[in-house]
């Protein structure tokens, strides 16, 4: 089967950097994304690593070692509207079919 | 394109009704998937499209759950003979096929619940 972990509550103030970790156990792994969900919203996109690496978008980066079964979301200079839920989801799948299995979140609060 | 619509927004049923919940993906997408999302954890995988195919449904999901994609546009997700563990948010989303950087486009969601 497969399964992630990540913290489940993070808190940090306006204007620090915050990393959320993320670590699975799964077969078939293809890449490793990462989506913000406000209260009452939907999933949204914020990045994908297929490979080993980082990868950034402004202020947010996100970290893939496949060997650690690991990565991580880096946010940097925190605003108060990043206060939000964070999955992490890997793309598994086999041969012609791949979908996403989400973690199990991490809520960030950002502080004045 | 307005993204990807859910409908209808919220769903209160009695116990043992069958209920029908409908997408509408972005129109260039040909892949479509539904999700199961409760308080406090993340989205649960149930089924996925591609194009009108079912390519893959959760072995997790009752036969009382079935989905359809008929014409590979719209899609339908059905659930027979309610019950209250039933009740979460069901998300769909939609990509497109090989275009991984973009990730899935979610819908908002349809808030179901079971009394």
């Known amino acids: 089967g497969q399964s992630l972990e990540q913290p489940s509550e993070v808190t940090a103030v306006e204007g620090a950097i915050v990393q959320i970790n993320c670590t699975y156990q799964t077969s078939g792994f293809y890449g490793l994304s990462w989506y913000q969900q406000h209260d009452g919203g939907a999933p949204t996109f914020l990045s994908y690593?297929?490979?080993?690496g980082l990868e950034e978008t402004g202020r947010f980066s996100s970290f893939l070692s496949r060997s650690d079964s690991y990565g991580y979301l880096l946010l940097q200079e925190l605003q108060m509207k990043d206060s939000a839920s964070y999955f992490c989801?890997?793309?598994?799948?086999?041969?012609?079919?791949?979908?996403?299995?989400f973690g199990t979140g991490t809520r960030l609060q950002v502080f004045p | 394109d307005t993204g990807v619509s859910q409908d209808p927004r919220h769903k209160i049923t009695k116990r043992g009704q069958n209920v029908t919940f409908r997408c509408d993906p972005i129109s260039e997408h040909n892949r479509l998937y539904w999700y199961r999302q409760t308080l406090g954890q993340g989205p649960e995988f149930l089924t996925y499209?591609?194009?009108?195919?079912?390519?893959?449904k959760s072995r997790l999901l009752s036969d009382r759950f079935s989905a359809e994609r008929p014409k590979g546009s719209f899609s339908t997700l059905e659930i027979q003979r309610t019950e209250q563990g039933d009740s979460a948010m069901y998300l769909c989303?939609?990509?497109?096929?090989?275009?991984?950087?973009?990730?899935?486009?979610f819908g908002s969601g349809t808030r179901l619940t079971v009394v």
């Open positions: 989303a939609s990509s497109l096929q090989g275009i991984l950087n973009y990730g899935y486009t």
């Open positions: 690593n297929a490979l080993d």
């Open positions: 989801a890997v793309r598994v799948g086999r041969e012609n079919t791949d979908k996403l299995i």
């Open positions: 499209f591609q194009n009108e195919a079912q390519l893959e």
